[in-house]
């Protein structure tokens, strides 16, 4: 990178704009907005100790942000020293050492905080990207990919309506909106289905359960939460099952599917399939056009019901990690 023609700088609330233009230039496909990106460092900021640290390029001529970078830990499988990176160049200002000195600096920044290793990702269909993630040193672990579902195409024949024979063994089906989303007893039932049917969900790292405050804010009063679209299954006052749609906010005619998780005791029995079914019919029919929905390589379980459903495979991310030396656990 040509320091006379760039500088960096550390990232400030009015970057998010800028933020947000440069990843929907990089994936159209998934739009970034503002409150996206906010709303996530809104959440990890809620835990002391855990860091989102993010890195600006300015364009020195312009005074233009052309590329910004992240170190941050995560929600679902934190370790106070493992961290996602992440480097993100406007398409116009590429291929001149902008990404480079991106990595470089967060790495440092990883290493003086002890980190054992950090993630990345990168789609695999785009060569440069690849290689400059081997370049770093980064070695893929698994897949992971965006499947779509075109809804105005459906065919739900292969799923008929369950709630009967579910009902039949004791099982209600409902909302998280007709349960009441703003009641703490609700909130707390589903925090406990969450933590316990997330345990097997494939994923980098180990699993650690968000907190209660982190899981409100994203999953029940987050900018993408639809309790209204948030199905459940009960047996008498105990949460067993839940699938959750949430909202794209970059793109207002797509859907997106949240998570979907059972209780072990109460797997294969056809509940995930039934509050799926539900969630894809209320999809439609709300106008949505399309749904979308993020599968790992290793949950042949749920992407078995989603090609059901009629889901085809999009974009594929390959997940990295690059160990880093330290003397931490």
């Given at each position: ?28 496909t ?13 959440v ?11 890195l600006a ?33 406007d ?30 990702s ?76 997330s ?17 409100v804010?994203i999953?029940?009063?987050?900018p ?19 699938s959750?749609l ?8 797509t ?22 079914r ?16 993020g599968?790992?390589?290793l ?24 160990p ?6």
């Amino acid at each position: 990178m040509d320091p006379g023609s760039y500088a960096v700088r550390p990232c400030v609330e009015a970057d998010y704009e800028s933020m947000a233009r440069i990843s929907t230039a990089i994936e159209p496909t998934l739009p970034q907005t503002v409150a996206d990106l906010r709303h996530w460092d809104n959440v990890l900021a809620q835990e002391p100790g855990r860091i989102s640290l993010k890195l600006a390029v300015e364009e020195r001529r312009s005074g233009t942000l052309v590329g910004y970078g992240g170190l941050s830990h995560t929600v679902f499988n934190y370790h106070p020293h493992k961290y996602w990176v992440r480097v993100a160049v406007d398409p116009v200002h590429q291929n001149r050492g902008i990404g480079q000195e991106l990595y470089t600096l967060l790495e440092r920044a990883a290493v003086d905080r002890d980190a054992v290793c950090l993630w990345g990702s990168v789609r695999d269909d785009v060569p440069r990207d690849v290689r400059f993630l081997e370049r770093q040193g980064f070695v893929t672990l698994r897949k992971t990919w965006l499947s779509r579902l075109d809804l105005t195409k459906l065919d739900l024949s292969g799923f008929p309506d369950r709630s009967k024979a579910l009902s039949d063994q004791g099982i209600r089906i409902t909302t998280l909106a007709a349960e009441g989303s703003d009641r703490p007893e609700v909130r707390r039932r589903l925090y406990q289905l969450s933590r316990i049917s997330s345990k097997d969900t494939p994923r980098m790292g180990e699993y650690t359960p968000a907190t209660f405050e982190e899981f409100v804010s994203i999953d029940v009063a987050g900018p993408q939460a639809m309790p209204d679209a948030t199905f459940l299954a009960c047996v008498g006052e105990e949460y067993v099952a839940w699938s959750s749609l949430e909202r794209e906010l970059g793109t207002p005619e797509t859907i997106g599917i949240g998570f979907t998780g059972t209780l072990p005791d109460y797997r294969n029995r056809g509940i995930a399939s039934e509050l799926k079914r539900r969630a894809v019919e209320y999809a439609r029919a709300h106008g949505y056009r399309s749904l979308i929905t993020g599968n790992d390589s290793l949950n042949t379980r749920i992407w078995a019901i989603n090609e059901k459903l009629g889901f085809r495979p999009e974009i594929t991310w390959l997940q990295a990690e690059k160990p880093l030396p330290s003397t931490k656990p």
